[in-house]
């Protein structure tokens, strides 16, 4: 899988640039993910950068999302691996998270998804801590969509919630700065 051909893929397939920065956002974080884990930074980061491709072609249907988005990341050379996270990290399926890709893409989607909403058009990266935000994470009111149990699966690959959030933040933050607004 070729992470140019994965990105014109998207341009062609995906006009929200939000959606964009999060797909961008939750390749940076399974980057960090699998370099913490000892796992294949490429394989884990490229799964994280197609895993919504599909995202405006089924046009949110939450039945379909997913399946085309593995059809396509399949046409693009990703592993049988790589499409079966992309599948489960979709909870509509109801396909089991097996393997250690499979349940740090739920997580980190969801942790990038809301970092990456909280983020889109401000400065704010820059003044944001790991302590800060954990805080915050804690009351209902700072990133109210957060699916909290989701993000705190990343206790099943073995790191706490403060660990995880750093390392999403930090991988984040390290992207940010090209994002622009």
């Known amino acids: 899988m070729d992470r140019e051909e994965v990105l014109n893929s998207i341009q062609a ?17 399974m980057r960090a993910l699998a370099k913490r884990l000892g796992e294949d930074e490429e394989e884990w980061g ?13 046009e949110d249907d939450p039945h379909s999302h997913s399946k085309l ?11 049988e691996e790589m499409a079966h996270a992309i599948l489960c990290h979709n909870q509509a399926h ?8 499979d349940k740090a893409l739920f997580c980190a989607d969801a942790l990038s998804a809301d970092i990456t909403d909280a983020l889109v058009g401000t400065d704010r990266p820059k003044g944001w801590t790991t302590k800060s935000v954990t805080k915050r994470f804690r009351g209902k009111g700072f990133m109210a969509g957060v699916n909290r149990e989701q993000v705190a699966q990343c206790r099943e690959l073995g790191l706490e919630l403060e660990e995880f959030v ?14 622009g607004s």
């Open 69 to 79: 988005g593995a059809d396509i990341a399949r046409e693009l050379g990703a592993t």
């Open 13 to 29: 397939n995906v006009q929200d640039q939000n959606a964009v920065k999060h797909m961008l956002a939750t390749e940076a974080v």
């Open 166 to 179: 750093s390392l999403g933040l930090e991988a984040i933050k390290g992207i940010a700065a090209n994002w």
């Open 46 to 58: 490229l799964t994280g950068l197609v895993h919504d491709i599909d995202v405006e072609l089924v």
């Open 94 to 101: 109801g396909i089991p998270r097996e393997t250690r890709l």
